[in-house]
């Protein structure tokens, strides 16, 4: 039931930009997997090879440190409507933060919300679907406004200090690369 592609397709493409949901999984060799569910306006499709996304302000930062250690990545996306699928990209990652050169290029591609804490550059190595027969059924309301309203209130210097006090190390206690 599942199929494999040395890159995204058209028919993909589509399917990808039509979900308001996708899942990010990293890991470092040794120590804890992290699957993380990303929302928003925060995925760009930049040609059938690459992905960027853009990555928020969160409580932790464990896809920072594991890129920084092995810079393998998956992401997923689920359909909930009533075509079933489940696409991955597995690639190879890399970092962008807000003083690397390519920065405000890349950040300009997305909405300008407040608390971007950095892009992660994805290049696709396989892209597998599979059915997703037994995905339930959902409909999709609305995008939360929490974090935009919490970065708001917060300022950008406060967000500097929320990613001191708690972006700089990871749950295994590696360094996310976050000054």
């Not at 003083?99 to 890349?106: K, P």
């Not at 609305?142 to 967000?159: F, M, P, V, Y």
Request: charged share 20%; aromatic share 10%.
């Amino acid at each position: 039931m599942s199929e494999q592609y040395e890159c995204l397709n058209n028919k993909q493409i589509n399917f990808i930009q039509k979900q308001s949901l996708f899942f990010v999984a990293t890991a470092d060799r040794e120590g804890l997997v992290n699957v993380s569910p990303k929302g928003m306006d925060s995925l760009r499709i930049i040609d059938k090879h690459q992905l960027i996304w853009l990555n928020l302000t969160g409580s932790g930062n464990e896809t920072a440190a594991h890129i920084l250690a092995h810079d393998r990545m998956t992401l997923m996306w689920c359909s909930f409507d009533k075509q079933p699928l489940i696409l991955r990209t597995y690639g190879h990652a890399r970092v962008i933060r807000p003083d690397d050169v390519d920065w405000s290029a890349l950040r300009s591609l997305f909405p300008g919300y407040q608390g971007a804490r950095q892009l992660f550059s994805m290049a696709i190595d396989l892209v597998q679907t599979s059915c997703g027969f037994a995905m339930p059924l959902y409909d999709f309301v609305s995008e939360r406004t929490t974090l935009n309203d919490w970065a708001k209130h917060r300022g950008q210097s406060g967000i500097e200090q929320y990613w001191q006090d708690k972006n700089r190390v990871s749950l295994d206690g590696k360094k996310t690369g976050t000054s």
